[in-house]
């Protein structure tokens, strides 16, 4: 009986100790550059590349990834970072006016987009989009709010995206300069550009 009542005691303490952490997909261009992006934001403790939004099964970076969005789905502290906050981090990191892109990559797979898991999401979404195209009344914003899909982490032979800007900062650095990335940020956002 003691042994029972220690250990109910134990998952109990366990339990009310036990954080779990919030996640979210966000779709910005390049994964690259939204995985450190959101890895400097405080209360992050995790951001994975992958794709999503689309149909086909297991896309890959140099395969079939037709229909799906780079993405990164971040993992983060609610107690330390709120999702408006994340959303708010998102907004000054991307051209929420591209309808092709974003900053020099084109196409599909480089749209903007959040992809929301439920209605508290959305509300909240939705809340930061307005506030962005108030500020912007004479521009359209074209980043849409979807509901949240499969998410594929990159993997396999093309791990090496993983982690990208950590691994070859030298790489990852002449490729944001030279896509524009900072300097259009820089456009939009000024001061709030967060790079």
Known sequence: MKSILSALILSVSF???????DETILAGGCFWCMESDFEKLEGVSDVVSGFTGGTARNPTYNGNHKGHYEAVKITYDAEVVSYQQILDHYWVNIDPFDARGQFCD???SYLSAIFVANE??????????????????????????LDAKRFYPIKGDEIAHQDFYKKSPVRYKLYRWNCGRDQRLEEIWGDKASH
């Not at 339990?15 to 779990?20: D, G, M, N, R, Y």
């Not at 939705?126 to 709010?145: D, G, H, N």
């Open 15 to 21: 339990i009310s100790f036990h954080v779990t952490a």
């Open 120 to 145: 508290q999401e959305r509300a909240i979404a939705e809340k930061t989009k307005k506030a962005v195209e108030a500020q912007f009344p004479k521009q359209t914003v074209v980043t849409p709010i």
């Open 106 to 108: 084109k196409g599909h």
